[in-house]
């Protein structure tokens, strides 16, 4: 029972260096989202996607670009980070876009951009 | 901008202590989840609600829609349920749907 995988679980970037964060799940899931956790922040949506091929923008994209080639896969980039990228990364999935629907989270990725 | 809040921020407790931790919200709700993070994990989601009450083992999630209110009760707590809960309202209306995290509550249960 994978659920929602996350590779790297740790990265150090140097400012300006890009990076490629994946997310994996094997619910079949249609929704995927990405978002970051800041200390004294709640979590906040980067970039979500309702089905293969599709993907659209959360509450703070800038910076980041992602796709969804394949329904499993939900892909973050970074093009050129920044230290205020530094951040807990989540990614989750659900089955749904509705009231009722359960949110299946990763381990998340910590990410330094020194 | 719908907002939710959550109290206290940290508590420490000991062992066997009943827990209660409280989520308000600013607008009226579709849902509100329940989440749990412990140290160093990921998150999983514990409870889903939008009426009335919900009991999970040792845990309990209750809603008040009329005052936008929910709290999450522990009963003999452990320390294993040290971690940090999350509560997040499922907002749907004016073309902004989605989830709106609190900031989560720091619980800590010694032994």
């Known amino acids: ?114 | 901008k719908n907002e939710v809040e959550q109290s206290p921020q940290n508590l420490t407790a000991q062992e066997g202590e009943f827990i209660t931790i409280n989520c308000s919200y600013s607008v009226g709700i579709s849902a509100l989840h329940w989440l749990q993070q412990h140290p160093g994990g990921g998150i999983v989601s514990l409870f889903m609600l939008s009426s009335g009450k919900k009991k999970h083992g040792r845990l309990i999630a209750t809603i008040n829609i009329q005052e936008k209110h929910s709290s999450l009760h522990i009963t003999a707590s452990h320390p294993r349920d040290s971690a940090v809960y999350i509560c997040a309202e499922w907002y749907s209306g004016g073309g902004a749907d989605g989830l709106t995290f609190g900031k989560g509550t720091h619980l800590i249960i010694q032994p």
């Open chain 1, 1 to 114: 029972n994978a659920g929602v995988t996350q590779t790297p679980k740790f990265r150090v970037l140097k400012t300006g260096q890009s990076m490629t964060l994946l997310c994996a799940q094997d619910m079949n899931h249609e929704y995927m989202y990405w978002y970051r956790q800041d200390p004294g922040m709640g979590l906040r949506l980067i970039h979500y996607s309702v089905g293969e091929g599709t993907t659209a923008k959360g509450e703070v994209p800038d910076g980041y670009n992602v796709s969804r080639l394949k329904k499993q896969n939900f892909l973050l980039g970074l093009e050129s980070a920044a230290p205020s990228q530094t951040s807990v990364y989540f990614c989750a999935s659900s089955y749904s876009w509705t009231v009722n629907t359960e949110a299946f989270f990763g381990q998340g990725t910590r990410l330094t951009v020194v």
